[in-house]
T-cell receptor
Framework: GAVVSQHPSWVICKSGTSVKIECRSL??????MFWYRQFPKQSLMLMAT?????????EQGVEKDKFLINHASLTLSTLTVTSAHPEDSSFYIC???????????FGPGTRLTVL | AQTVTQSQPEMSVQEAETVTLSCTYD???????LFWYKQPPSRQMILVIR??????QNATENRFSVNFQKAAKSFSLKISDSQLGDAAMYFC??????????????????FGSGTQLTVLP
């Protein structure tokens, strides 16, 4: 199957700093990518839809100035958590639909810990 | 809006036995896709099986099969000959077809709350 990578896999940062998470589709092009947040033992919560060459679409309740998304190429989307606070600590997962979008492939996730 | 419900937060099965995980969903669409994803302790989401709503035949992938009841909006996953490696969180997911809506948001998945499966040796 197709491969989606995320970097870094784990990041620890101080409160008030910004953290950038990369999501790459390694063997296919993705005009759309999705960013999810997952708390322990809970389901995936969609945060935003990243669209190549245009603005991201954010879900209700997600602060777009807090979670900056850039989809600069057909294989790369980035999520920047700005002025991170301890409550932003979570597991962040990206996904990308391949081809006609029938199947989504997920990245391995990024664990963010804000001290 | 579509909703996906998994009523079993936790399930356990003896190794080599069979277990069925339940999933129901609500939608007004007639054509859509349903998925089961597995999330092991590594937290990597892995596609287990996919079902197209227009197909009456239940999907099967080796030891994994589904019981798709469109009228009842039910989509259960059966795992046969359970193995220790099957232990994971299982998520049921729904997605509308691209033919209905062409925007990027139509490709997004709606997930259930998950079922944690334990396999006992």
């Amino acid at each position: 199957g197709a491969v989606v990578s995320q970097h870094p896999s784990w990041v620890i940062c101080k409160s008030g700093t910004s953290v950038k998470i990369e999501c790459r589709s390694l063997d296919f092009q993705a005009t759309t990518m999705f960013w999810y947040r997952q708390f322990p033992k809970q389901s995936l919560m969609l945060m935003a839809t990243s669209n190549e060459g245009s603005k991201a679409t954010y879900e209700q309740g997600v602060e777009k100035d807090k979670f900056l998304i850039n989809h600069a190429s057909l294989t790369l989307s980035t999520l920047t958590v700005t002025s991170a606070h301890p409550e932003d600590s979570s597991f962040y997962i990206c996904s990308a639909p391949e081809g006609g979008g029938l199947t989504q492939y997920f990245g391995p996730g990024t664990r963010l810990t804000v001290l | 809006a579509q909703t996906v419900t998994q009523s079993q937060p936790e399930m356990s099965v003896q190794e080599a036995e069979t277990v069925t995980l339940s999933c129901t969903y609500d939608t007004s669409e007639s054509d859509y896709y349903l998925f089961w994803y597995k999330q092991p302790p590594s937290r990597q989401m892995i596609l287990v099986i996919r079902q197209e709503a227009y197909k009456q035949q239940n999907a099967t992938e080796n030891r994994f099969s589904v019981n798709f009841q469109k009228a009842a909006k039910s989509f259960s996953l059966k795992i046969s000959d359970s193995q220790l490696g099957d232990a994971a969180m299982y998520f049921c997911a729904y997605r509308p077809t691209l033919l209905i809506i062409s925007s990027g948001s139509a490709r997004q998945l709606t997930f259930g709350s998950g079922t944690q499966l334990t396999v006992l040796p």
